[in-house]
């Protein structure tokens, strides 16, 4: 993706950031380090195309901010960052300042976080589809889309998926890892919803 001048200048603010604060914590592993670019920033960015302008989103297991603060930087959407490490989310606060960017850190487990429904849904590298979808649906709008970046069992993830979820699928190859996939799933509902009454 190319970014303006001013972007990039906040993106090179978030990544000097980054190696100061992984001398102290792990938010990516010291050999990733030398490839902090490719590897989680340009990889984050390739979701920005899918982001309807202006639109709030929420990103579930921020870790060091991939990929919602690189998108929340880029598009100028606000984000709702979902990180239960406090650590990590230290990290991200000060990130969100230092960058000028419009976010918002909720330092708790998936589970336990209390959120507006938003109009899109983030994630990398968090979980399997299965269990993904069942905690990104509690913050989706009806009409919403998750947007999720996948490695190489995407395909069986998928699979695994539909014997629980209903959704149209959308993907695409990742342009920073050959095995890589980027999902874009919507009209998401469950294959049987649980019964009110019993909740089975």
Do not use: Y
């Amino acid at each position: 993706m190319d970014v303006s001048r001013e972007t990039m200048a906040r993106l090179e603010i978030f990544a000097a950031l980054l190696e100061r604060w992984n001398q102290r914590i792990n938010l990516v592993s010291p050999k990733d380090l030398a490839q902090l670019w490719p590897r989680h920033i340009e990889d984050s960015l390739q979701l920005a195309e899918d982001m309807p302008p202006g639109m709030p989103f929420v990103d579930l297991g921020s870790g060091g901010g991939f990929p919602g603060l690189i998108l929340a930087i880029a598009t100028g959407n606000p984000v709702t960052l979902v990180e239960s490490d406090q650590r990590k989310a230290s990290f991200l606060r000060e990130a969100a300042r230092s960058t000028g960017t419009n976010a918002t850190v909720v330092a708790k487990r998936i589970e336990d976080a209390e959120i507006g429904p938003a109009g899109v849904i983030t994630a990398r590298a968090l979980a399997p589809l299965p269990l993904l979808l069942e905690w990104a649906k509690r913050f989706l709008q009806p009409d919403g889309v998750c947007l999720f970046l996948k490695g190489r069992n995407a395909e069986d993830e998928l699979t695994a998926a539909r014997a629980e979820w209903h959704m149209t699928i959308s993907r695409r190859p990742s342009r920073s890892s050959s095995d890589g996939v980027i999902l874009r799933l919507s009209e998401i509902r469950r294959v049987k919803e649980p019964d009110r009454a019993t909740g089975r």
